[in-house]
T-cell receptor, first 113, second 114 residues
Framework: QKEVEQDPGPLSVPEGAIVSLNCTYSNSAFQYFMWYRQYSRKGPELLMYTYSSGNKEDGRFTAQVDKSSKYISLFIRDSQPSDSATYLCAMSLASGGSYIPTFGRGTSLIVHP | DAGVTQSPTHLIKTRGQHVTLRCSPISGHKSVSWYQQVLGQGPQFIFQYYEKEERGRGNFPDRFSARQFPNYSSELNVNALLLGDSALYLC?????????????FGAGSRLTVL
């Protein structure tokens, strides 16, 4: 079992839809949870990160962490064709020195006009 | 401000050859991490350096090595290339202060091994 599981998709939605992207993980010691967006032939770029449990909102994006279920989500409201990309979740420990993020395999999102 | 820069952007090698990839971090960032991303997979951690010292090593063979220079730039070296080394090699820099190790990635170096 991988430490971080993520459905690769693709997930295809119409413009304006609410998108839900999810990851599960096995290491209960993870404390930092991050979402990156990666366009084709580009490096990943950070969208948001959260510490421990709870919600965080940034514009059309909302990140949720449920540590009891070892489950994190990213919601995208009013999705746009420009949101079409691969979304990677990543998580790391909060102690131990190196804080090296472990990534999921990414979910490919296609938003069609 | 310039972001993380990587060179070369694309390269083709044959099996058994050696490759050197280079990375310049964001100004002020003292930590550099290297990741390998195979098509359809997430980035896999290879190395992390901070202040020229290795702070972490992923599950990669000894054919992979890296170093960080006094100006915080970094090189990733891969010897005796195999077909399976074909991938996008990503460099990321960070402040590595206590808290979230928020990585800023470069565009990557795409390596094809024939």
């Amino acid at each position: 079992q991988k430490e971080v599981e993520q459905d690769p998709g693709p997930l295809s939605v119409p413009e304006g839809a609410i998108v839900s992207l999810n990851c599960t993980y096995s290491n209960s010691a993870f404390q930092y949870f991050m979402w990156y967006r990666q366009y084709s032939r580009k490096g990943p770029e950070l969208l948001m990160y959260t510490y421990s449990s709870g919600n965080k909102e940034d514009g059309r994006f909302t990140a949720q962490v449920d540590k009891s279920s070892k489950y994190i989500s990213l919601f995208i409201r009013d999705s746009q064709p420009s949101d079409s990309a691969t979304y990677l979740c990543a998580m790391s420990l909060a102690s131990g020195g190196s804080y090296i993020p472990t990534f999921g395999r990414g979910t490919s999102l296609i938003v069609h006009p | 401000d310039a972001g993380v820069t990587q060179s070369p952007t694309h390269l083709i090698k044959t099996r058994g050859q050696h490759v050197t990839l280079r990375c310049s971090p964001i100004s002020g960032h003292k930590s550099v991490s290297w990741y390998q991303q195979v098509l359809g997979q997430g980035p896999q951690f290879i190395f992390q350096y901070y202040e020229k010292e290795e702070r972490g090593r992923g599950n990669f063979p000894d054919r992979f090595s890296a170093r960080q220079f006094p100006n915080y730039s970094s090189e990733l070296n891969v010897n005796a290339l195999l077909l399976g080394d074909s991938a996008l090699y990503l460099c990321a820099s960070s402040l590595l202060s206590t808290g979230a190790n928020v990585l800023t990635f470069g565009a990557g170096s795409r390596l094809t091994v024939l």
